[in-house]
């Protein structure tokens, strides 16, 4: 079955580097998102991705948080100047449509800022 | 943001018997409803989905009904078995806002042998 995969699955990082995560979507979906989930904490939403554009974000998803589709089959989180609040697992999820269609997620980077 | 709420932490149920797991939210926009379980270091995996349109979506041994006049939606397994001991999130999307989801907190099920 297809899936979507995520590398590296563990990065970490001092405060106030760069990093990006990167993702391979399933093959024919056209939407694609980041999510994330802080320790303890809910599964929350980031960033909707779709035909080259954001479609959506959240408050979360501020200047620091770029997405970015360079090629025909990878997406990219890039996080300008990591804090330690940025410290979570990061899912990156992608669905056929918009609409009624569930989001297929990858395992996950964890990112640690030290 | 309490848009959905998963009000167990956890479940216990025995091998074989059927596990109910609820949800509750509070936006009467969201008319599309999904379950995923997660394991440990592994990524949500989608179980089921019901758009607010039916109350009752099967698949296999995973029921998910909905009630939307009381905002409630549960995930009937039955029977249950041990590989089903995972942390099930419910989530929910709709209105303008079609392609993000609002998670549950999550309810860790264990299914004893």
């Known amino acids: 079955e297809p899936e979507v995969t995520q590398t590296p699955s563990h990065q970490v990082t001092q405060m106030g580097q760069e990093v990006i995560l990167r993702c391979v979507p399933i093959?024919?979906?056209?939407?694609f998102y980041w999510y994330r989930q802080i320790l303890g904490q809910k599964v929350e939403f980031l960033v909707s991705?779709?035909?080259?554009?954001?479609?959506?974000k959240s408050e979360i998803f501020d200047d620091q948080f770029s997405v970015e589709r360079p090629d025909g089959s990878n997406f990219t989180l890039k996080i300008r100047s990591t804090k330690l609040e940025d410290s979570a697992m990061y899912f990156c999820?992608?669905?056929?449509?918009?609409?009624?269609?569930?989001?297929?997620f990858g395992n996950g980077t964890r990112l640690t800022v030290t | 943001d309490q848009q959905v709420k998963q009000n167990s932490p956890s479940l216990s149920v025995q091998e074989g018997r059927i596990s109910i797991l609820n949800c509750d939210y509070t936006?009467?926009?969201?008319?599309?409803f999904l379950w995923y379980k997660k394991y440990p270091a592994e990524g949500p995996t989608f179980l089921i989905s019901?758009?607010?349109?039916?109350d009752k979506n099967e698949d296999g041994r995973f029921t998910v009904f909905l009630n939307k006049s009381a905002k409630h939606l549960s995930l009937h397994i039955v029977p249950s078995q041990p590989g089903d001991s995972a942390v099930y999130f419910c989530?929910?999307?709709?209105?303008?806002?079609?392609?993000?989801?609002?998670f549950g907190q999550g309810t860790i099920l264990t299914v004893h042998p």
């Open positions: 019901i758009s607010s349109i039916k």
């Open positions: 989530a929910a999307k709709g209105g303008t806002s079609y392609g993000k989801l609002t």
């Open positions: 936006n009467s926009m969201f008319d599309y």
């Open positions: 093959s024919n979906h056209l939407y």
């Open positions: 991705f779709y035909n080259n554009e954001i479609s959506e």
């Open positions: 999820a992608s669905s056929e449509i918009q609409g009624n269609s569930p989001l297929h």
